[in-house]
């Protein structure tokens, strides 16, 4: 692996890198930079959370004039939490060379936007369909684009967002570098890459396995109403530092989060109906610790890199394969490892068997877990927390008191009595789940080439739908911020 030094990046940039923590570059990283900043299109392949947004991101900061005032690159994304994220990173990479990023996307205010905007940035980070917006306000100016980012272009494909990519980029010097990024490349990407790209190189970071292997990856087959016990138990024995749950539908995240919270779990959802402020402060509270349990639909599943994140729950089977490899991806990132655990009810064999195919990687099955199970994992948190406890010696001040307890009882027994007390035992409080009907088997398509007669999923949680759900949700959800909360906040300090 190569240090940043070695790629002959500007100072500015590598001081950087190295301030964020980047000692050595990444394998995609090495294999991409030196092929991107000599100005060549690329379709960049390698795991979840190897990367990525270096291996794009560092090249186009470098390529930057900052003396010049237009808008040189632009970066497109699926969501607008990835487009944020995205516009993040490259703020950092650019803060000493002084190169100025902006972010446009849906249901933020258009006005500061606009304002931004005026300010000359020299690269855009954008969701296609506000990015649209713009063009027709004539707020943007594409002309001098030198380069142009896809990351995750197969799910902007699957969102349906081909056709406004082609209207963006007709905005574009055909002049230019094209850079396209995933952790899965669907047969149909060729096709996009031979309309919008020139000669590009496919860089594909080789590993064994399309999932990391730094994930332990299981799955249950139980009966839909048994889901969400399980889930629960699992969150009692694994007790997550944070942990999403992946759920089908919008309905199903709303219900699910409300069901959780209940049983007194600091869970929050986010899907695409909810307004813009609302996921920013579900986000927020998750990135904080605020909430241990972030319940999503597949919106969450693209691109975001939350630190901490040490569980991941299919409640529902992802639509297609690609979509757990996503999933999934949201642990076990940057050499950390993670826990995945999927549920399939018996009528869904098939797709986990496709998920198995595409990901080169057998799940480990594992039975429904135990109510016993549940308590006993609660009971060795409880452990924890007072073993760490005992190490800080933070309890001085119940020394009095404890001397009192013991002339009454013998030490065991005062323990379990005060373990009994900190333990969480399994919360039964009944719950309303709407039950998912399962996944339909898929008709087999073997050998389809690009991919042709597989229609691109329909469009979900982009920029233009959302005018339609607008009002819709309004007071629908209730604030999950049970009175669980304090229960579960205990661990954080564990
Ligand atoms: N060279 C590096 N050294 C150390 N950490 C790094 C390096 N490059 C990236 N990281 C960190 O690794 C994490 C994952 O990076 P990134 O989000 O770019 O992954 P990705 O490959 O785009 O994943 P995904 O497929 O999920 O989008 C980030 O927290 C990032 O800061
Ligand atoms: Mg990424």
């Known amino acids: 692996m ?14 950087a890198v190295t301030e964020m923590g980047f000692s050595e570059a990444t394998p ?13 299109d690329i379709i960049g392949q390698a795991q979840t ?17 900052t003396e010049e005032d237009h808008v040189q690159a632009l970066i497109l994304a699926p969501t607008r939490e990835l487009a944020n994220q995205v516009s993040e990173s490259l703020i950092a990479f650019g803060k000493y060379k002084g190169v100025r990023t902006v972010v446009v996307y849906g249901g933020q205010d258009m006005r500061k936007q606009i304002r931004d905007l005026k300010r000359k940035p020299h690269v855009i ?14 707020t943007i100016r594409l002309q001098e684009v030198e380069t142009v980012v896809l990351d995750e272009a197969d799910e902007m494909l699957n969102m349906g967002f081909i056709e406004d990519i082609e209207t963006i980029l007709k905005e574009v010097p055909t002049e230019r570098q094209t850079l396209l990024f995933s952790a899965t490349m669907p047969k149909r990407i060729e096709k996009l890459a031979q309309t919008f790209m020139k000669e590009p190189e496919l860089i594909a970071v080789k590993a064994k396995e399309v ?12 009966a839909e109403r048994d889901k969400f016990d399980a889930l629960c138990r699992l969150i009692d024995i694994h007790t997550p530092e944070l942990a999403i749950v992946f759920g089908r539908t919008k309905r199903r995240v709303d219900e699910l989060a409300e069901a959780l919270a209940k049983r007194g779990y600091r869970a929050e959802g986010i899907h695409g109906d909810l307004n813009q402020a609302k996921r920013d402060s579900v986000l927020r509270k998750f ?30 089977l992802p639509q297609d394969p690609e979509s757990y490899v996503h999933r999934i991806g949201r642990t076990g990132r940057a050499g950390k490892s993670g826990v995945a655990v999927t549920f399939a009810t018996p009528r869904e064999k098939d797709h986990v068997k496709a998920i198995e195919r595409l990901s080169k990687k057998k799940m480990t099955k594992r039975e429904m877990p135990s109510f016993e199970e549940a308590i006993e994992g609660q009971q060795q948190l409880a452990l924890n927390q007072l073993r760490s406890l005992i190490a800080d010696g933070g309890a001085d001040a119940y020394r009095q008191a404890a001397k009192e307890l013991l002339q009454e009882s013998d030490a065991t027994t005062a323990l379990a009595a005060a373990l009994k007390l900190l333990t969480k035992e399994p919360d039964m409080t009944p719950v309303r789940l709407t039950a998912e009907a399962p996944l339909r088997a898929k008709k087999r398509r073997e050998g389809g080439g690009s991919g042709a007669g597989k229609p691109y999923r329909q469009r979900r949680g982009d920029d233009r739908r959302r005018s339609q759900y607008r009002g819709k949700d309004s007071g629908r959800r209730q604030s999950s911020q049970g009175r669980g909360g304090q229960q579960r906040k205990a661990k954080h300090h564990a």
């Open 2 to 15: 190569a240090t940043f030094y070695e790629f002959g990046l500007d100072h500015q940039v590598v001081r």
């Open 28 to 40: 995609i990283q090495t294999a991409t930079i030196p092929t991107a900043l000599e100005g060549k």
């Open 49 to 65: 959370g190897t990367g990525k947004t270096g291996a794009f991101g560092v090249p186009l900061i470098n390529r930057i004039k």
């Open 125 to 138: 980070v954008a969701t296609p369909g506000r990015l649209m917006d713009h063009m027709r306000r004539k």
């Open 211 to 222: 999932t990391m292997e730094n994930i332990e990856q299981q799955y249950i087959e139980l």
């Open 287 to 316: 990135k904080n610790g605020l909430i241990d349990v972030l319940v999503a639909t597949d919106v969450a599943a693209r691109g975001l890199d939350i630190s901490g994140v040490t569980h991941v729950y299919n409640f529902d």
